[in-house]
């Protein structure tokens, strides 16, 4: 068997690859450049080639094109550590086999190359993506990485996708991005929020009306599937369509046909369609508020995008974004953020989702005092000190809207960011170590008030887990170096992300 090319300018990836496919009895041949992996195609070819996508002197993608020039079908998987849903797309509209986020946990990437070889060994080409222009979007979070990918893998489908997620998501954005990304691109995406229009106008809004058609009615007027010809019709909060509706929508969706509202001649209807909703639609479907029958019309594919709360360690790269974001809107300088605000930011769980974040960094450009922003300078409502410490130990959450600001956080109390997994280690740097021991203090008094069951061994579960966590973060998840900063054997990390499930 030919051996696996291993493309990258850091040398230890390289070196972990070697010895990880060694263990495996894989032969590899690693290169540092673009150039030296494309001199070398002109002699030979690999079983597989794994490449980074941004290196000095030529890029990941662009040797993918070589590649698929001069050996059609070889699987290339392109390495990244600009977790973004411009180089999934790149990578899949290049062809890729796969597409690798980095950090990435070693034996998952020797598992992807197996697979990538078996493929190379059965002799199937892998598939062709065509995308457009990318929307921005970002995420380095697993759950994100799935959304880009198949994002990707529909760039070539026409088919019906239901959204579904929390609102603030960004599930229009999603939208928008399918769109771009598929053989309508070049024609429109019209928008329709059904939960915004009044049950008495929404039929006008979807199929247009003829003159006459009822009061005020002076003109005839398209409707949105007219105005969404060989485009896109995004129907946001679809699980809020008045019922009578839904069969009007199920006939269009079944027939391809529609009816102005008072017309008499049918109107031919060549849009796809795209549902997002925030509700549970299923549930929906079982009180008899949603058409079983629309539901399975709608659900063909089916996406879920996260609650920012499930992908935190986003919520660094977002913060950044959004500011810079903001600072180009305003025409000021984008304003920084300390390491401390990022992390106690990480540890909030933002109701309002990403929505919220966007709306926090709009604040900030304007209100923050300085331009390195810390965490005094959040909004009161986000800085424990100033929430008031006897509501946070209660376990209550400031009031507000949440969705459309900041006082709908309930920013957390020391001891929650302290316990949980997902920002134990951040929140020690970001509070002062008294703040830290009463705030776990609060838990355990909590746990014990609702007659937790194993109080010592849960809170020692969450504590390592959030230790190790942060550890493997910091060394962008090499266990042998996270286990030599901790002070414990190999064997013990191991052990541990094992029995904690914390295998990225």
């Known amino acids: 068997m030919k051996p696996i090319w291993i493309v990258d300018d850091d040398q230890s990836i390289r070196w972990v690859l070697e010895k990880a496919l060694a263990r495996e009895n894989f032969a590899t041949r690693s290169f540092a450049n673009v150039r030296e992996a494309s001199a070398a195609l002109e002699h030979e070819s690999p079983q597989v080639l794994v490449s980074d996508i941004r290196m000095p002197g030529g890029s990941g993608l662009e040797l993918l094109q070589t590649v698929r020039d001069k050996v059609p079908g070889l699987p290339v998987i392109i390495m990244t550590a600009f977790s973004d849903l411009d180089s999934a797309v790149a990578a899949f509209q290049g062809g890729a086999f796969e597409y690798l986020a980095k950090p990435f946990d070693v034996d998952k990437a020797v598992e992807l190359i197996r697979r990538a070889v078996d493929e190379s060994m059965r002799g199937e080409q892998t598939w062709d993506d065509r995308v457009a222009e990318a929307p921005e979007m970002l995420g380095q979070a697993p759950a994100m990485q799935d959304m880009f990918r198949?994002?990707?893998?529909?760039?070539?489908?026409?088919?019906?996708?239901?959204?579904?997620?929390?609102?603030?998501?960004?599930?229009?954005?999603?939208?928008?991005?399918?769109?771009?990304?598929?053989?309508?691109?070049?024609?429109?995406?019209?928008?329709?929020?059904?939960?915004?229009?009044?049950?008495?106008?929404?039929?006008?809004?979807?199929?247009?009306?003829?003159?006459?058609?009822f009061t005020g009615a002076?003109?005839?007027?398209?409707?949105?599937?007219?105005?969404?010809?060989?485009?896109?019709?995004?129907?946001?909060?679809?699980?809020?369509?008045?019922f009578d509706l839904q069969t009007r929508l199920l006939r269009v969706l079944s027939d391809g046909q529609f009816y102005r509202v008072g017309g008499h001649n049918p109107l031919r209807a060549n849009v796809r369609v795209i549902a997002a909703t925030h509700q549970n639609l299923e549930s929906r479907v079982r009180q008899g508020l949603f058409r079983e029958d629309l539901y399975h019309r709608l659900n063909v594919i089916r996406l879920r995008l996260p609650a920012l709360r499930e992908r935190s360690e986003d919520i660094p790269l977002l913060t950044r974004h959004f500011l810079q974001k903001s600072a180009r809107d305003l025409g000021v300088e984008p304003k920084r953020v300390s390491e401390e605000a990022l992390a106690y930011l990480a540890s909030l769980p933002f109701p309002g989702n990403v929505r919220q974040l966007e709306n926090l960094a709009n604040w900030l450009t304007v209100m923050a005092p300085a331009q390195t922003i810390e965490s005094k300078d959040l909004p009161p409502d986000l800085v424990p000190a100033q929430a008031g410490v006897n509501d946070l130990a209660s376990g209550g959450a400031v009031a507000g809207t949440g969705d459309e600001g900041f006082g709908g956080v309930a920013p957390g109390n020391a001891a929650n960011a302290a316990v949980h997994p997902a920002g134990a280690a951040s929140m020690a740097v970001a509070t002062a170590v008294s703040a830290w021991e009463g705030g776990l203090r609060t838990e355990v008094a909590r746990m014990l008030r609702e007659n937790a069951a194993d109080v010592m061994d849960e809170l020692a579960r969450r504590f390592e887990a959030a230790v190790i966590r942060e550890a493997l973060d910091f060394t962008r998840g090499r266990k042998v170096e996270a286990a030599e900063r901790l002070g414990i054997g190999r064997n013990t990390i191991t052990r541990k992300i094992q029995e904690l499930n914390l295998e990225p």
């Open 150 to 213: 198949a994002i990707g893998r529909l760039s070539h489908s026409a088919a019906t996708v239901l959204i579904t997620g929390e609102s603030g998501t960004g599930k229009e954005l999603v939208a928008r991005a399918l769109h771009r990304h598929s053989p309508r691109a070049n024609g429109p995406f019209i928008a329709l929020n059904t939960a915004a229009i009044p049950k008495d106008l929404l039929e006008s809004e979807l199929f247009g009306h003829e003159r006459g058609a």
């Open 218 to 242: 002076q003109a005839m007027r398209q409707g949105r599937f007219e105005q969404a010809e060989n485009g896109t019709l995004f129907l946001d909060e679809i699980g809020d369509m008045p």
